[in-house]
């Protein structure tokens, strides 16, 4: 399965809306001006994400990991390798961070900007299906990405799809990639998709 | 399954219950869809001092007025609409304001986390729920170990600067002894091969200096050890620095000279006398001078100042060299430190020199200090030490040049009460030239001052029997003049500094720990005879 070239750039361009709200309570929080760019989405088996974000992101990563649940329901991630994460904990609060292990208050940041970025996200979603998706609380973990999606994988027996969204955060003149990983059934990824066109030939 | 047997939901129900109003270790508000109260948890009545009934049935944000005060209500609304929020204490410090009192008393706001999620009953939301965590421990523990993890970096990196610069050195050694091994090796297979004159001379020439060269760097290192294990000791007497600096000057002459470099001592024509050990102090005026020479420049000058100020000794090398980097300077006396070690360096050396000098500067209670305008500005290194207390204290150069006509003319009184020792100094300053009257006792002594037989020098032992020779020299300091100003030498077998002291205390000028070579004494007596001798007569 593939993302059509209009697909991309509608999806693109919603996402992008969504991430400029985001990306204005982050400066609202921090003081500082936070921008958060998409370059690309991509659309993967799941069992296939694991390969191609292992190929970007080699170590450990921290992740924050929401369920929704509603009409559409799913998984979201963000990922942010441990470094970036420790970079843009320092970046947010101009302070120095310890290994994430031992320090919960970056921990905590980190999951609030996650909970921030996946809120957009999902929030815009489900503006664009017109329907209202519950979350479920944000949670931190520290493991490997193949750990981390090969929990996704468990006791789910339909086939489903990811959307791997590579996300920028620029600020005080450094950038951090992190990486939102949407997990839907197939179901839900093809209803969210036909949305996503009509909304783009209702734009154009 | 017994009739009478709860529901499992009842446990949970219960348990629930229990855990809310009793034990939850944080803040639990819950709220209806119109945001008024409907739960109010035992730990909010503790923190808050709100109770239950006076919380229960009213708008969060009248019971709370902080939160939309702070802008957070919008966290409600994106909950009621079906999305989790927490907030972290770094952004928000607190979502509900508590003053805690902490064990030292002194009371400050808690800071919390919070987490606001909707309640939803089949699908549809019906109300929120928040809960409080209190982080203001953790956040301190946290504080506490970043700045210990700051500090124990910032150790490491020190440890790590120390590693690198013993690694440097270790390198800079290998460099600085192979060189001249180098040619040591060169010139003796030359000389195996050539044989005319010219040429063994200019290699024995050449051998010699690098064996010197080799030599010094020896010394430098043993030094350093001893000065770093603290077996580096001082033999302290009273002396005249001017010598000491001369000497210095001496042995850096000839390659200042090379380099065309004018070096300028002024000394003054007064003694100025300090308690040293000379050859340390010469060493570390040398490790001074060798310093300057090396870095100042082909045509360049060194001036030498030795003045006395306040009843501290000066001695100040100025030179038109290099100068020190600002960033350098406080590095400038520390061990192995040099301010370029790269292999490209243009001076050579240990980086030991001036370390040297300030240890031993600082075993004298001296100091050494430099200062420069900056590079290519020069540098002025002022070596310190008080002003020794004892008067009429002279020096003596190291090596003697006494000969046969050096005490000729000059009227010896010898005091010993060892006939041994009496006989072998008395027939050895007579072949200097001295005319040496010989007694056994104080009270001879006395007899023959009082007489008005009196020498040009008083040659004393201390351990007598009955009046020793402090009780000597006291009473011949109390005779009249010209007893009084009469030169006298102590020459002891109680050699310590202690001894030394007393018998420069009791009236005498100097004081030589046997054995003496007879030599040293004859230079002595004629140092201290001819100073007597110019001096103005009071």
Redesign the interface.
């Known amino acids: 399965m593939e993302l059509t070239v209009v697909q991309q750039d509608a999806l693109i361009e919603l996402l992008n809306i969504g991430f400029g709200r985001a990306a204005a309570s982050l400066s609202q929080l921090t003081g500082h001006r936070v921008l958060l760019e998409v370059p690309s989405v991509t659309i993967h088996a799941v069992g296939d994400v694991a390969v191609s974000l292992e190929a970007v992101i080699q170590h450990d990563v921290a992740s924050v990991h929401q369920i929704f649940s509603g009409p559409v329901a799913g998984d979201a991630l963000l990922l942010l390798d441990q470094s970036g994460a420790s970079m843009l904990k320092e970046l947010l609060t101009n302070e120095p961070a310890l290994p994430l292990a031992f320090d919960a208050s970056a921990r905590e940041v980190i999951t609030e900007v996650g909970n921030i970025l996946l809120n957009a996200c999902l929030g815009t979603f489900g503006n664009i299906l017109h329907v209202q998706v519950t979350f479920s609380v944000p949670r931190l973990s520290l493991e490997s990405v193949g750990a981390i999606l090969e929990s996704l994988r468990v006791h789910r027996e339909s086939v489903r799809y990811a959307l791997v969204i590579h996300a920028g955060f620029k600020l005080r003149d450094a950038e951090v990639r992190g990486y939102l990983v949407i997990v839907l059934s197939v179901a839900s990824l093809d209803r969210l998709l036909r949305e996503v066109e009509g909304w783009e030939r209702n734009n154009r | 399954m017994n009739e009478t047997e709860p529901r499992p939901d009842v446990f949970l129900a219960t348990a629930a219950r229990l855990w809310f109003e009793d034990m939850a270790d944080r803040g639990i508000v819950v709220t209806d869809d119109a945001l008024v109260i409907r739960a109010w948890n035992a730990w909010l009545v503790v923190h808050t001092g709100i109770a239950a009934v006076a919380a229960i049935g009213r708008p969060l944000f009248a019971v709370c007025p902080d939160i939309p005060a702070r802008g957070l209500d919008v966290h409600y609304r994106?909950a009621l609409?079906?999305?989790?929020?927490?907030?972290?204490?770094?952004?928000?410090r607190f979502l509900i304001p508590v003053i805690r009192s902490a064990v030292s008393g002194a009371a400050h706001e808690m800071l919390q986390?919070a987490?606001i999620?909707?309640l939803?009953v089949d699908?549809r939301?019906v109300g929120t729920i928040t809960i409080v965590e209190d982080?203001t421990e953790?956040?301190v523990s946290?504080r506490e170990?970043?700045s210990q993890?700051?500090v124990a970096e910032r150790a490491r990196a020190i440890a790590e600067d120390a590693s690198q610069l013993k690694d440097d050195f270790l390198a800079t050694l290998s460099h600085e002894i192979r060189t001249p091994l180098n040619a040591v090796m060169g010139w003796s297979r030359i000389l195996r091969n050539k044989v005319d004159v010219k040429s063994r001379d200019h290699a024995l020439d050449v051998i010699e200096r690098n064996a010197a060269a080799q030599l010094r760097l020896v010394e430098d290192l043993l030094d350093m050890a001893r000065v770093i294990s603290g077996k580096l000791r001082l033999d302290v007497k009273a002396v005249d620095i001017r010598p000491l600096v001369q000497a210095a000057v001496d042995v850096v002459e000839p390659s200042a000279a090379a380099k065309h470099i004018t070096i300028d001592i002024s000394a003054g024509p007064d003694r100025r006398v300090v308690n040293a050990d000379p050859d340390r102090l010469q060493q570390a005026i040398w490790n001074v001078m060798s310093n300057a020479v090396k870095f100042t420049p082909n045509g360049g000058r060194i001036d030498v100042r030795v003045t006395t100020k306040n009843r501290i000794v000066e001695v100040k090398v100025t030179d038109s060299g290099q100068g020190i980097s600002p960033e350098f300077m406080p590095y400038l006396f520390d061990r192995f430190r040099q301010a370029d070690g790269s292999p490209s360096r243009r001076h050579g050396g240990l980086g030991l020199g001036l370390a040297l000098a300030r240890q031993i500067m600082e075993l004298h209670g001296g100091s050494i200090s430099a200062r420069s305008e900056g590079p290519d500005k020069g540098s002025e290194f002022c070596v310190r030490l008080p002003e020794a207390d004892l008067l009429g204290q002279v020096a003596l150069s190291p090596r003697s040049s006494a000969n046969a006509s050096t005490l000729v003319g000059i009227a010896v009184l010898l005091v010993d009460d060892s006939d041994d020792s009496r006989e072998m100094l008395g027939i050895a300053l007579q072949a200097y030239g001295a005319d040496v009257t010989a007694v056994a006792s104080t009270e001879t002594s006395m007899e023959m001052l009082l007489g008005g037989n009196m020498p040009d020098v008083i040659v004393s032992d201390i351990g007598m029997p009955g009046s020793d020779g402090y009780e000597l020299i006291r009473r011949v300091r109390a005779l009249p003049l010209p007893a009084t100003q009469l030169p006298a030498i102590a020459v002891t077998a109680y050699a310590d500094a202690e001894h030394r002291l007393e018998a420069l205390g009791a009236g005498y000028q100097m004081h030589m720990p046997k054995p003496v070579d007879p030599a040293i004494v004859a230079e002595a007596i004629k140092t201290l005879v001819t100073a007597a001798r110019s001096a103005p007569k009071s």
């Open positions: 994106r609409d079906g999305e989790v929020r927490v907030l972290a204490h770094r952004f928000h986390t987490r999620a909707p939803s699908g939301i982080v953790r956040v946290e170990l970043r993890i700051l």
